[in-house]
């Protein structure tokens, strides 16, 4: 494995990014613009980027699966904030040792600190919570957001490029990198990791694994496999969801093994952990309910074919379109242009006008 020295990528900027295999050498601000003296990171701009394309997959397809948009938008909402504060929260549990000393640097997300398990955690619970009282149905629900998870996820990571965190253990693959960050990172911390995370080995003088790169990537593979999935051979409500799961949670029990900064109890690398047991409980589930259905034959009914969806479906049409025709119409003012009306007579006026004349 040849040193970066070697490459020609020993003691770089603090903002350069070189890909040596690949012969990319960039130079990339984490601070995308200033706006009123407030640095607007292109992390936030990845995560929301995802997010918004993630909702318009949403929109554009909830009246597939037996949703009306409107009673949705509810649910979407709770949900996103749900994700953000599941997310922080998780992260800052996790490494609370960095943040009892400055409790309000916890409200601090500019420079990263987001954990995705935490923000699908926090969207299921509250979008559920929501979803019962909006008369919502979870399962189809869920399965719109499988797919919108996996473009979100695999946008949003993108932050991570810029901010250059989320890399590997060192490597001499096509694909391996180096940064200033990441070798100013790795000094500074190495001593660290040797402490809690004996597994690691990494130096800052050897590339290392893009791990943020084979996330993106594998999600918005995911994303397209799973709507061709939802298209066309969804046999049951939930479906999506449960193959996002088997997906997502794959990926994250392989890649979080070669992560550097890992979220950690004790010896055990949390998500990697986590996304083990939902990788397997989700293809557990997906084969119990396959072949469940499949006894069923066609007493099975998808939720956007029952009676229930097309009655709340109705319902809700009709209220919105009785709410609209209450509205007050608006009176058209006269252009400022126009001519003022001409004054008519009035007609006894005129008659009387005509006899004296007459007379």
């Known amino acids: 494995m040849k040193t970066v020295e070697e490459l020609g990528c020993a003691d770089l900027d603090t903002n350069e990014i070189v890909f040596p295999n690949l012969g990319i050498d960039i130079h990339v601000d984490p601070t995308a613009f200033t706006v009123f003296g407030i640095d607007v990171q292109w992390y936030g701009i990845c995560i929301v980027i995802g997010l918004l394309l993630a909702l318009v997959f949403a929109y554009r397809n909830m009246r597939k699966v037996g949703i009306h948009p409107d009673r949705a938008t509810d649910v979407i909402i709770g949900g996103t904030l749900g994700a953000l504060v599941g997310a922080r929260l998780y992260y800052v549990l996790l490494r609370w040792d960095d943040y009892k000393g400055d409790p309000l640097s916890i409200l601090n997300t500019r420079e990263g600190g987001l954990a995705i398990f935490g923000g699908l955690i926090g969207a299921v619970l509250v979008g559920f919570i929501v979803s019962r009282f909006r008369k919502v149905a979870a399962l189809p629900m869920l399965d719109l957001c499988g797919v ?206 005509d006899t004296k004349d007459e007379t």
């Open 148 to 353: 919108g998870f996996l473009i979100g996820q695999g946008i949003g990571r993108w932050g991570n490029f810029f901010n250059q965190e989320a890399f590997g253990v060192n490597t001499d693959g096509l694909f391996a990198m180096t940064g200033g960050r990441v070798q100013q990172w790795i000094r500074s911390n190495y001593s660290a990791l040797g402490s809690y995370n004996t597994d690691v080995t990494v130096s800052a003088d050897y590339p290392v694994h893009p791990c943020f790169l084979y996330e993106s990537a594998w999600c918005l593979l995911g994303a397209v496999l799973l709507y061709i999935v939802f298209r066309k051979f969804r046999k049951f409500d939930g479906q999506i969801i449960l193959m996002y799961m088997f997906w997502y949670g794959l990926e994250r029990a392989v890649v979080e093994g070669l992560r550097t900064d890992s979220l950690m109890i004790g010896q055990l690398r949390v998500s990697q952990a986590l996304a083990a047991v939902i990788c397997v409980t989700s293809a557990v589930l997906l084969l119990v309910f396959f072949f469940k259905v499949k006894r069923m034959g066609r007493d099975y009914v998808l939720y956007v074919d029952s009676k229930a969806s097309k009655k709340l479906m109705e319902e809700t049409d009709r209220q919105l379109l009785a709410a609209e025709t209450k509205k007050p119409a608006r009176k058209a003012k006269p252009e400022k242009d126009e001519p003022a009306p001409p004054i008519i007579p009035d007609e006894d006026k005129a008659e009387n006008t």
